[in-house]
Nanobody, 115 residues
Framework: QVQLVESGGGLVQAGGSLRLSCAAS????????MLWHRQAPGKQRELVAV???????NYADSVKGRFTISRDNAKNTVYLQMNSLKPEDTATYYC?????????WGQGTQVTVSS
């Protein structure tokens, strides 16, 4: 099993940056994929970025060129660097781990971008 704890959310002005962190309770080296999702009020949860065990990275079209997912295996942590933030990026951001046929989620961290 793995517990995930997100941090780094907050209030930022449009054009600003935030870095989200997702700390895992175990080594992430063998975790098949680590993902970031987000959910805005009244909208469905959407996939933002994914990094696989092999290092493959993919982004939603809406964040390409602005967001960067990365991981630090030594710290069991995955990051989401968010630059050039827009009001439409406002959402609760969730960390997600796919491992051993199971799906694990963090509690979420709120990101609010003011115009």
């Amino acid at each position: 099993q793995v517990q995930l704890v997100e941090s780094g959310g907050g209030l930022v002005q449009a054009g600003g940056s935030l870095r989200l962190s997702c700390a895992a309770s175990r080594s992430i080296v063998s975790i098949n994929a680590m993902l970031w999702h987000r959910q805005a009020p009244g909208k469905q949860r959407e996939l933002v970025a994914v990094i696989t065990k092999g290092g493959t990275i993919n982004y939603a079209d809406s964040v390409k060129g602005r967001f960067t997912i990365s991981r630090d295996n030594a710290k069991n942590t995955v990051y989401l660097q968010m630059n050039s933030l827009k009001p439409e990026d406002t959402a609760t951001y969730y960390c997600n781990a796919l491992w051993s046929a199971n799906n694990y989620w963090g509690q979420g961290t709120q990101v609010t971008v003011s115009s």
